[in-house]
Structure formats: C-alpha cells, structure tokens
C-alpha cells in the first residue's frame, strides 16, 4: 500500500471493529465530572480497531483532551469522578492508572510540553531503548536524522512534534494518543505529519486516535471520525462521507 494510503473501505474490521470482538479501544458512556459539578464528558461512546486511525474533533473546550485523558488514566488523580467503561483488547481498563495503561500498550502525546528542552535529540531517543530500540535506530521521522546532536528547545515546532511522535512510536504503543498534533504548524508541515502518521498505522498496524481542530488534516487521514460537542458525540462516520466543510459548518463553529 503505497506511503499514506488509507486502509480499504469496507472491510469489517474498519467499519464495525465489534462485530467480531476485535475492537482494539472500546469506550462506552464515558461521563466525567469535576470536583465543582461541572461535566467534562456526558456521554461518550466509540471504538478503534487494530490498525485503525479515528479522528475526534471538535471545538475548544468541547471535551476531546478530556477524553484522552480518561483512556489514558489521567484523570484519577485529579479529584474527577469517572464513570462509564474503557477497555483495551476486549479487557476492562477503567480506572487504570497511567502507568497501568503505559504498560499495556496505551501511549499519550499530549498537547503540550511534549519533549525535554536541555536533552539532545539522540538522548531523547536513548530513553526509549529499553522497549527495544537502539537510539541509532533509523528515524520513523526523517527529518530527526540530520537533527541528532539538536537541543530538542532548539528546534522549530514541527520538528518537535516529529521528536514526540518518535518517542511514542519507540515505545511500542498497541494504541497511539495524539492530541492536537497541527497546533501551531504551518499547514505543509502538517500535512507531512499526518501522512506519515497514516502510513504507520498501515505499515507497523497501530491504532490511533487522532484529536483535532483541523478537521482537513483529520480527514486526509483517518478512517472514522466521530464530532465532540459539549461533552458528547453528536457526528460520527467514515471520514471520506463528509467533507472538512461540512463538518466545520455544523459542528465546528466554522463557516462556509
């Protein structure tokens, strides 16, 4: 399959992920609650399969960070009331601790504070040679190669999203977080991230869920998109049967 090609349509697994209990991430009726009564997720409820990218989008505030959080465990040591369910391969992991889910194959690259500014580029990939990998191991990132002895605080915000990503990747996920991945990049270089991002799910067959305002970029890339809205699913289908635009329109506070 050529380098950023989505998976076929149509195939079970892509489609309905459950039909055959091969669901790689399921959520259900995930509701989150803060300590002050506010609700941070309603009603949540999806499903990744193995190899599959999902995309979630929505506006600021709309509870897609939220909902990483959860899956990844973050949120209980917060003081955030948690209920609904998240399972991993068909087994149960709500309430896991971070640590917990970082064990069994969850990884988070979070919005921010992605990277160590005073580390090199080469040491930042020498900490994730323990699940495997040696630190001149060739880059998933190209661009990282010629940027080895880079102080990762020098280096412009694209590549440091590709050191992150890199990171992630060497960890080994089964199932890859990513949290606003085109923040402040130029849109060619998000381009770039995203296919590379689609041609390692194809390739080395990992899961991901892709959280975005840039629902272009989301779209390019993923196979199923499901739209957030005050804590909630209100949208949720192939990503090729819509369009950035109509989605933006209804959903995404954006015109036409």
């Not at 149509?10 to 055959?20: E, F, L, M, R």
Request: aromatic share 4%; charged share 25%; proline share 4%.
């Amino acid at each position: 399959m050529a380098f950023g090609t989505r998976r076929p349509r149509g195939s079970a697994d892509v489609v309905d992920p459950t039909a055959s209990g091969r669901a790689m991430l399921g959520v259900s009726k995930l509701r989150v609650t803060y300590s002050n009564g506010a609700r941070g997720l309603t009603d949540v409820s999806f499903d990744v399969a193995p190899g599959e990218i999902v995309a979630i989008l929505g506006r600021n505030g709309a509870g897609k960070t939220t909902t990483l959080r959860a899956v990844g465990g973050f949120l209980r040591s917060e003081h955030v009331s948690v209920s609904g369910s998240v399972s991993l391969e068909g087994h149960d992991i709500t309430g896991s601790t971070p640590m917990s889910t970082f064990r069994k194959g969850i990884v988070l690259v979070p919005e921010r504070d992605k990277v160590f500014s005073a580390l090199r580029v080469s040491e930042h990939l020498q900490l994730a040679a323990a699940h495997g990998w040696k630190a001149d191991d060739p880059c998933a990132f190209e661009p990282l190669e010629r940027l080895r002895n880079s102080r990762a605080g020098l280096l412009s915000g694209g590549e440091r999203q590709m050191l992150a990503l890199e990171v992630a990747l060497r960890n080994n996920p089964k199932l890859l977080l990513v949290d606003e991945a085109s923040l402040g990049l130029a849109p060619v270089i998000v381009k770039d991230l995203m296919n590379r991002l689609r041609a390692i799910a194809t390739d080395r067959g990992t899961s991901m869920v892709v959280v975005e305002q840039d629902a272009a970029a989301a779209l390019r890339v993923a196979d199923r998109v499901y739209v957030i809205s005050r804590g909630e699913v209100v949208w949720q289908g192939a990503a090729d049967a819509t369009s950035a635009t109509d989605l933006g329109a209804q959903y995404l506070g954006m015109s036409r």
